[in-house]
Each structure stands twice: as C-alpha cells, then as structure tokens.
C-alpha cells in the first residue's frame, strides 16, 4: 500500500494542499482561492469558514480527482498565513472575520503597547508590536467591539482554526506563537507580563504544541465532510514562513530564504534566542524544535503585481504579462515603484505610507510598468538584506520560493539586484512542502527534519548576479532608497484627508 503525508498550505490567496510519499515526491496536488476583504483602508480580513470550505474542498480532490485513497493517508500537517486573529467565544464558534497579517488598523494600539512596556517589551517578545501582530488586533477588538470581545474565550491563529475543526483540539504551535507578540521567548512560554499589562485573560491563550507534535486525529463530522479516516493523524504545524524555510532546506545560519507570496520575506535561520535585531527584523521560533529565524516582511509583494494585474490587466494571462515585462530594458526606462500599496513593515514600519511611481514618462508602456512593479518588490527585499548587512550577517545564498520564483526572469532579476547567488527549488510549493515534511518527521518516517530535508529537498537552477545589471541596479537603488523619505509627508496627508472622507 502507498503511503502518504498532507502539508495543507494556507496561504492568503489560496489554500494549497500537497500529498507527499516517504521518498518526498508529489503525488498529487489541489488548490481553492478564496477573497480578501478590504472594507475600508488598512482593513484586510478573511472568513475563517473560507479556510475551511477551501481546505476540505481541496481535501475531497485528493480522494476524488486525484485518487488517493483515503486510508493511505497517514498524516497531515500545516503551513499558515500568520498572525491573523480568529476570536472564538466558549463553545468554539467564530465571532468576527479574522483580521489578517496586513490589516494595519493597529497604529494606536501599537502605540500603547511600546509606550506601556518599551524595550521590555522587545526583550520579552524579541519584536516590537507591529500593526499586523495579533496582540494588538486582541485590544482593537476589547476597545472597538466590547460586545464582541465580552463572548470572546480564547483566540488560535489561521492554520490553528483549520487545525481544531479537524481535531476538535485547540492549539498554537510555537512557531506562530510568536508571531502573537504574546510569547516569551526566552522562557518559550504565554507571558504572563504582557496579558497582565493589557489585561488579557492567560485563559484566552490555547495550549501551546510544537510543530512536529501530533496535535490530534480526524473528528467524525470532519472525517464524514472530507472523507478522510478518523485514524489519520494530525501534526502541529507551523507559520507559513517557518515551513517555507523548513522546506527551502533553511536549516542552517549561512543561508537565507526569499519568498514572494502574497507578502515578501527575507528570512535567516538563526540558532538561538539570544541575537537582538532590537525590532528592526521580526524575531520567531523556528518550526525545527528549538531554534529560531529572523526576517523582515514588504507587506505588498505578490499583492502589489497582482494589483496591478487586476487594475490594468484584467484579461491577460499572467505569465505572459510577465514575459512581456522582462522584455522590457532594465530599469523601466526611468520609472521607479515603491510597493506600499497597503502601508510597509520592513524596514519602514509605517501603516500609512503608499506606493508611488516615480519618473512616469509618455514614452513608457504598459509593461514598463509591470516591470518596475517587479523592479520595486525586489528593491524593498534590498532594503532588508540592508538591515543583515548593517548587523554584520554575511551570506552568499539566497533560497526563492513562492509564487514569484515561478518566474525564471524575476529570478535573475532577484540575483541582480540582491548581488547574490539565487537558487530556486525544483517544487517551488516551499511552505506546503515543509508542512508535509512536519507530519513525516511526526510520524516518525524520519528522525529529524534535518534527515527528512536529504530526500524531500531538492535544488533546482542556480541563477548568478551578472556585473553589468548589477551595477544598473546599484545605481537604481541609491535613488529607490530615497524614495520613502521624500513621500511619506505627501502619503499621510493624502491618508488624513481619505479618513476625514470616510
Ligand atoms: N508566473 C508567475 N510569475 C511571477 N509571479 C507570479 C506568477 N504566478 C504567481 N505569481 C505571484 O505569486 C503570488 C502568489 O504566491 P503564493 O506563494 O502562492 O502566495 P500566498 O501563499 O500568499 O497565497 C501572486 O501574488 C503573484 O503575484
Ligand atoms: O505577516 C507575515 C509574516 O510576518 C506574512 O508573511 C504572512 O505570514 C502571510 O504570508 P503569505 O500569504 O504572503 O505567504
């Protein structure tokens, strides 16, 4: 009989669902999108029953179109979208739409949290409270919705709801326990410090997993609904940017993880909880048990394309958009971008700044624009590796995974313009594939992930920094750089006057 692993990757646009064999090859996969909502600016919310109907959906594929048989599928394991806030009341239903990772609404309760505790804060958290944290989206709920937060009883994360409609278990793994900037991470427990200070109940804060534990089995009415075995064993998990790292083969302090999703990331590997960015790189738990990452996150990078394509492009195929782009000569005959089409948070954590083109000029074309939409996501990657580098972090590889290292041409372009090594994977399906490596080393296939990364990882083409685009680069980035300096003004007073419209 064939035996198989699920790493359900519960991403922002779609969820993603792999079925691996022991050996890490892809027998089959299926995916379901799903909306974004934005009802007002900042605003960015989901319906967690979305994530449910989505994953099941895609579940039932597996069985139905894909002909795995159910009773093969011995362990499934997650990879999601973090820091989104799912409110449950005592019975375990949803209360509100979950507020995503990029809903920005915060700033004020933000502000508190640093005003109240400071460095401390930092010190206990290994991060400052940013906007798209969960701990201040818990005190916009008590201070915006009191009748909603008076039902409230405790709060999981997105992957975590998915996880406890199939298990009828609630919990958090680690990995996205950070992500809740309300985690002691020296102690490696809930922080009784911050729910003092903020007045949060410790009870709201679920049992604690680690990513490779098993977290429970299929319910029945999950089992009859998705048609899955009651037996099949169910494994933590982890945020979607420790399993993208898990599944890029990070697992060492030399190399560094690129991810284009709906977001941008630039991750490092780091060995213990003691480097201290002082919030300027986020600071988590590792989903490999006892080790950590850093990363800085453009809020806006598959996104700020994909607006752009929705916007202007409606009726063109992606790829070949994309194509036409790369056709086009380095830097966009003079067009500039700077993608914070929903505020920024790596390095300029600013809920207000927007996006600008900068250099329009008549003789440019459509694809000159998505080229410097393409140009402008990966200037804001060069702007984080500017923070390693100002920390005095050296390394020669940079891992790409996510939807935009579908692209050959943004490859070479992330080489380019970071003048470093890029490698891509051979099933770029990173977080997906480091969630199915969870629940293989869960079941105990392989004794470590590390073991399990030498058959499930593979590395695909190398692409290498060519001098001369480097250097057209360089000179492109010293004026992007300058870009967010010289608009931000322009940008929060344009803001001011939308929220005095609303
Ligand atoms: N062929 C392609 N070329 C370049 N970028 C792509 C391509 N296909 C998808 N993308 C980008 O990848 C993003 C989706 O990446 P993915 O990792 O699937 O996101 P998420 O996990 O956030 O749902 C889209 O926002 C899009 O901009
Ligand atoms: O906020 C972060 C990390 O801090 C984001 O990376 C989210 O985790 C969403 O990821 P994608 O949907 O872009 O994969």
């Known amino acids: 009989m064939n ?78 979208q973090m820091h989104g806030l799912v409110l449950l ?43 798209g944290f969960t701990l201040p989206k818990l005190l916009w709920v008590k201070e915006n919705q009191p009748e909603i937060w008076a039902k409230a009883k405790s709060f999981l994360l997105p992957k975590d709801y998915v996880r406890f409609v199939m298990t009828g278990k609630q919990a958090i793994d680690y990995s996205d326990a950070t992500g809740t900037v309300l985690y002691d991470i020296k102690k490696g427990t809930w922080s009784k410090e911050i729910c003092d200070a903020f007045d949060i109940p410790m009870s709201m804060c679920p049992p604690l997993i680690r990513s490779i534990d098993e977290a429970g089995t299929v319910t029945d009415n999950y089992s ?62 590792h989903a490999i048990p006892d080790t950590y990452y850093s990363m800085g996150v453009t809020l806006a990078a598959g996104h700020s394309l994909n607006w752009f394509k929705h916007t202007f492009a409606a009726d063109e195929d992606f790829t070949e958009m994309v194509n036409r782009a790369a056709k086009r000569p380095l830097g966009a005959n003079g067009l500039l971008f700077t993608p914070y089409v929903v505020g920024e948070r790596t390095p300029y954590a600013d809920a207000d700044i927007r996006g600008s083109f900068i250099g329009v000029d008549s003789m440019q074309n459509k694809y000159d624009f998505v080229r ?104 492109l980035y010293k004026v992007y750089h300058q870009v967010y300096d010289q608009t931000k003004d322009l940008s929060h007073q344009l803001m001011t006057l939308r929220n005095n419209w609303d």
Request: net charge negative; hydrophobic share 40%.
């Open 3 to 80: 035996e198989y692993v699920i790493g359900v990757d519960l991403g922002t646009s779609a969820v993603k669902v792999s079925a691996m064999d022991r050996e890490g090859q892809i027998a089959a996969q299926q995916s379901y999108g799903y909306d974004l909502h934005q009802p007002h600016p900042g605003y960015s919310e989901q319906d967690p029953r979305d994530w449910l109907y989505g994953t099941t959906i895609a579940m039932d594929r597996l069985i139905l179109r894909d002909g795995l048989k159910a009773e093969e599928i011995k362990g499934i394991s997650f990879s999601g």
């Open 89 to 131: 009341d005592a019975d375990g239903n949803v209360l509100r739409p979950a507020m995503l990772w990029n809903d920005t609404r915060t700033t004020k309760q933000c502000q508190e949290i640093m005003d109240k505790l400071g460095d401390k804060f930092i010190d206990i958290t290994g991060n400052r409270a940013l906007e």
């Open 372 to 475: 410097a939409v393409i140009e402008g996501i990966t200037f804001s990657f060069r702007d984080i590796l500017n923070i390693y580098d100002q920390h005095g972090q050296d390394f020669d590889t940079v891992v790409a995974i996510g939807g935009g290292a579908k692209s050959d041409f943004w490859l070479q372009l992330q080489a380019n313009i970071f003048n470093k090594k890029v490698v891509s994977l051979t099933n770029e399906q990173g977080p997906g594939l480091g969630a199915a490596m969870l629940a293989a080393v869960g079941l105990g296939w392989y004794d470590s992930l590390q073991d399990c990364a030498k058959k499930f990882v593979h590395f695909g083409k190398s692409y290498e920094p060519q001098a001369a685009a480097v250097a057209t680069y360089n000179d």
């Open 224 to 285: 009859m609904f998705s048609g899955l075995k009651k037996s099949t064993r169910v494994f933590g998990g982890g945020g979607d940017n420790a399993c993208g790292a898990v599944g890029a083969g990070i697992l060492k302090p030399n190399m560094v993880m690129s991810s284009i999703g709906t977001s941008g990331v630039v991750l490092k590997y780091e060995p213990d909880a003691n480097v201290n960015y002082h919030g300027a790189l986020q600071y988590e738990c």
